[in-house]
């Protein structure tokens, strides 16, 4: 039986080393815009179906689609007004099925990460080596048509094996969003001992929970954005914070919800000692100038209380 997942180590946050971010910056801000396809009909998963109703979901998969048809474009828009580059959850299917989105992506300089090839393709009871072919061709993808090197990588709709972050690393990555767990990123144990780091990404900020799964409103998402980023700017005046705003254009890309959303970007950009930043920027910065600093604490700690 395990006490803990074993992915890493205890450091509580007042015995963490300062983090300062570029040019003084409190608070890091990424926004991830998950540009992903959904399959009317996929594979048959017994673990898990992709649908609420019985195939084939029309409306579940419309829904989605009008993320691709609308919301996007809708979304970047807003992204533009701010100088906001997006750090993209990428289903790498969408190269396949939707180029002209993922142009318009690299027209703006963002940031391309793995999400899968489907988000109806999931983890559960792939083999290693099947995992890992999945895992090696979303990458293979990303560089072939971008020319980026896949650096993150958020399991196709948060599917996990034992093995994702290990096969992950051992393929090149440097970061993964599927812990969850702190508002700083975090050393990653790998089993080939490659240097890795958690980058935070906000279940609670993500808008397809806070709209589909808690129900709320527009205006009290926005009012949620600007509520976790004044906590994180102030706290961060102290050390260095992450916020991530996860988005679905299916979701935040409606209308009725924009207008909410744009004004909690304004809120947070408003502000100086901020980094507009990608995934990717953030987790070099931390490797490069935290992370062995980090390992070291960590070591410490253990030491004391051994």
């Not at 006490?3 to 963490?16: A, E, H, M, T, V």
């Not at 999931?122 to 999945?134: F, I, N, V």
């Not at 935040?252 to 930043?277: I, K, T």
Request: charged letters at 25%; glycine letters at 6%.
């Amino acid at each position: 039986m395990k006490s803990d997942p074993g992915l890493y180590g205890y450091l509580p946050w007042d015995r963490r080393p300062e983090i300062r971010w570029p040019n003084g910056a409190r608070v890091a801000v990424w926004v991830a815009p998950n540009i992903e396809f959904y399959e009317l009909e996929p594979p048959v998963n017994p673990q898990r179906k992709p649908w609420p109703r019985p195939m084939p979901d029309v409306l579940g998969y419309a829904t989605r689609d009008y993320g691709n048809r609308v919301g996007h474009m809708r979304m970047m828009r807003v992204l533009d007004q701010f100088g906001i580059r997006g750090s993209v959850s990428l289903s790498t299917a969408m190269l396949t099925h939707h180029p002209e989105i993922i142009d318009l992506v690299l027209e703006r300089d963002w940031e391309l990460f793995s999400h899968g090839i489907y988000n109806t393709r999931y983890t559960y009871g792939l083999s290693e080596d099947q995992e890992r072919a999945m895992i090696v061709d979303a990458m293979q993808r990303i560089s072939d048509y971008s020319g980026q090197h896949c650096d993150g990588y958020l399991a196709p709709a948060l599917s996990h094996s034992e093995h994702t972050i290990d096969l992950f690393a051992e393929a090149g990555g440097s970061y993964t969003c599927d812990l969850f767990h702190d508002d700083q990123p975090t050393p990653v144990n790998t089993r080939s001992g490659r240097r890795f780091v958690s980058v935070p990404y906000s279940l609670e900020l993500n808008d397809t929970i806070v709209y589909v799964v808690n129900k709320i409103e527009p205006r009290r998402y926005g009012e949620m954005i600007c509520r976790a980023f004044d906590r994180l700017y102030a706290e961060g005046e102290r050390s260095g914070t992450v916020m991530c705003i996860p988005l679905h254009a299916y979701q935040v890309g409606h209308p009725h919800r924009l207008a909410a959303f744009q004004r909690a970007l304004d809120h947070v950009c408003s502000h100086e000692h901020v980094w507009l930043a990608t995934g990717r920027e953030i987790a070099h910065y931390y490797l490069e100038h935290y992370y062995d600093q980090a390992i070291a604490t960590m070591r410490e700690i253990e030491e004391a209380t051994a």
